[in-house]
């Protein structure tokens, strides 16, 4: 492909690992990269990959962008995969101002941006789509009568936007209002739209999507379909492509209607056409509905530029400028198979509560790396938890998972918890492996997949404490007038020397005992547990307060010295304290000084990196509030409220 200076320089408007993936793009083409940035991302890696930064105080803030791109000189400007790049008003902005917009026209973005009007065009083109209502009445008595009449269970999803934001799963109809209010909120934040849609929720989905790509010369063409199946809440964890198991014809079927609804309002541009398939039908050509299209480029583009040889930013820029596709579709051949895995701060042991923080060791090699930070980089809790993702291609499906896992195995990212070991069970799991997960495996396999509360790694801690010798086991005492039973630090006449001990093991006391011989030192559990050989040896680094362990994609803590049972911040649940589980905004405060509550419920809603959390009722009892307001930033472990007991 001929390289060319389509723009003079490009403006990203987003940060992160997203604008790191732009500017790696736009510099190769030669064109000058201006990195905009929030106060918060002042110095982030982003900032010092780009050739010229400018600050703005939200990346939300379309006038204060355009002002800024303006002042930069910038004659095209690239929104990324979110923030802005689905909002027409701000492609139209842009325009009026003379500033390219490396995206789809607003008009298109109004047609297919919207999920409601976008089913209501594919529908009409007689694409199949999920029963539901997808109107204009958002009244809460309407929308519950709705979906009492779709049948439950359903989802209630925001019309705007994407990235699993502003969708809620209802059960039963008690549910419903909760659900809707929570919804509105998380839209409204979001995408500054509460509109929400009632969608029949199919139990055992897969989630297939096409990439599509089309010019200001009408043409058209897929870039074939990834597999997106592996989710947590709404967020996409494993992306591979091709998708396993789909037939040839529902492929056809698929990359049809992607380019059919892509045709049908002149799109061009980078899009996503997203189907859900029910694996409970199979995967037949009558099995699949379409879901939305998403009017931009996906975080997970990277497994079809493995797939297919190409670079999708380069298209977007070369599109923006006017040129022609590269390629037709006949030339546009697939390869192999590819699959992503995004390595995220969050801590799957306690409900993948996120893990922000500063990155003390980073490792990541073996397969392509997307990340936007790098070793010493904060992990913030403003923004998405996303450390990198991890991207491996080969010609085969299982070469490739066989390639991912041993970049997972090999990884090393020290300081925030990770995801690391939660990946490589998830990869490594028969089911995923054969193909037959659908949207729900991972809630369905939590244990399985060790995200629940799990025993101490005790490889991790021996290798810990080993690093710790000198603290735990010091130097022997002088024997007073040379008698050796004198001696006070556990000398043995015969035998090695032992010195019983405790430390702490993610902040838990474990016994052990250090054992001083001819042959060196050596530490063991008290009650001669066996520790597992590691496949590869720990990396243990040394902090404030102990040693950080990282032992098959886990991280583990370790103190020599026994702290105060009473030590922290964090009060217990036994005198009745309701405290941040992680640094956040306060969202919600649903009771008020001296409400007599239950146990179990809901008593505020604390937001951290684009989640909600809701902190519930330790037990029965009367509410003290602790002086936190709504929209006040708290930081782990901090008491919200106290529910006193009851007299």
């Known amino acids: 492909m001929k390289e060319a200076r389509l723009f003079a320089n490009v403006l990203i408007a987003n940060r992160g690992e997203i604008a790191c993936r732009i500017i790696a793009t736009a510099r190769r083409m030669g064109l000058k990269t201006i990195a905009l940035h929030t106060p918060t991302d002042r110095g982030a890696l982003f900032t010092r990959l780009a050739d010229e930064t400018v600050e703005t105080p939200s990346y939300l803030d ?35 101002e003379g500033i ?101 929720l199919i139990l055992s989905p897969r989630h297939i999507e096409v990439q599509v790509f089309g010019d200001s010369h009408g043409n058209v063409v897929h870039l074939y379909e990834r597999d997106c199946s592996l989710q947590r809440r709404r967020q996409k964890l ?91 579709q006949e030339e546009i051949v697939p390869h192999g198979a590819a699959v992503e895995a995004r390595v995220n701060a969050e801590d799957p042991e306690t409900g993948f509560l996120p893990s922000p923080g500063r ?74 492996q054969a193909g037959l997960h659908d949207t729900g495996f991972i809630d369905a396999h939590l244990e399985q997949l060790g995200a629940t509360p799990q025993p101490p790694d005790a490889c991790a801690a021996l290798a810990g404490l080993a690093a710790l010798l000198p603290q735990v086991l010091p130097a022997p005492a002088p024997a007073a007038d040379g008698d050796p039973w004198s001696v006070t630090d556990a000398f043995e006449l015969l035998g090695p020397r032992r010195l019983p001990f405790e430390a702490r093991v993610n902040g838990k006391a474990e016994r052990f005992v250090a054992i001083a011989h001819a042959g060196g030192q050596e530490i063991a559990f008290a009650d001669r547990r066996a520790a597992p050989a590691a496949a590869i040896p720990p990396t243990v680094l040394a902090v404030e307060d102990g040693v950080l362990v990282m032992n098959g994609g886990r991280q583990t803590h370790v103190a020599a010295a026994l702290l105060d049972e009473g030590d922290g911040s964090q009060a217990s649940a036994s005198d009745g304290a309701v405290t941040a589980p992680m640094h956040g905004r306060l969202i919600a405060l649903d009771v008020g000084d001296g409400d007599e509550v239950q146990p179990g419920q809901r008593l505020a809603v604390l937001e951290a990196m684009k989640m909600e959390h809701a902190l519930t009722a330790p037990r029965g009892g009367r509410v003290t509030l602790a002086g936190c307001k709504v929209g006040d930033i708290v930081e782990m472990g901090a008491v919200i409220l106290r529910v006193g007991e009851r007299p």
């Open 359 to 432: 990155l003390r060791v980073l490792r990541l090699e073996g397969v392509r790396v997307d990340s936007g930070v790098e070793e010493g980089d904060e992990i913030s809790p403003h923004y998405d938890s996303l450390i990198a993702k991890l991207i491996a291609h080969a010609d085969t499906r299982d070469e490739a998972l066989a390639k991912l896992d041993a970049a997972l195995a090999r990884a090393v990212a020290l300081g925030p918890k990770t995801n690391i070991a939660f990946l490589r069970a998830l990869i490594s799991a028969p089911e995923f």
């Open 238 to 328: 494993i992306e591979e492509s091709p998708a396993p198991g789909l037939p040839a014809p529902t492929r056809r079927a698929m990359t049809d209607a992607a380019v059919m609804a892509a045709k049908s309002v002149g799109y061009v541009g980078a899009g996503t056409v997203e189907f859900i398939v029910d694996a409970s039908k199979g995967l037949g050509r009558d099995c699949f509905f379409f879901l939305e299209m998403n009017t931009r480029l996906q975080v997970e583009h990277p497994v079809t530029e493995a797939l297919l040889g190409l670079d999708l930013v380069e298209w977007q820029l070369r599109v923006a400028a006017g040129e022609k596709l590269p390629l037709t």
């Open 62 to 96: 379309a006038a204060a962008i355009v002002t800024a791109a303006k002042a930069a000189g910038a004659q095209a400007l690239h929104p990324g995969y979110g923030f802005l790049s689905e909002n027409a008003d701000f492609a139209e902005y842009c325009a009026l």
């Open 100 to 200: 390219a917009f490396v995206g789809p026209s607003p008009e298109a973005m109004r047609a297919m941006g919207l999920k409601s009007t976008a089913k209501a065009l594919m529908a009409r083109a007689g694409a199949p789509v999920l029963p539901g209502y997808h109107g204009d009445n958002q009244t809460p008595k309407f929308l519950k009568e709705r979906a009492y009449q779709v049948g439950y269970p359903v989802l209630i999803k925001a019309i705007a936007g994407g990235g699993g934001r502003g969708i809620r799963r209802v059960d039963n109809h008690v549910e419903f209002e909760n659900a809707l209010e929570s919804a509105q909120r998380e839209a409204q934040a979001a995408f500054g739209d509460g509109r929400v849609l009632i969608e029949k």
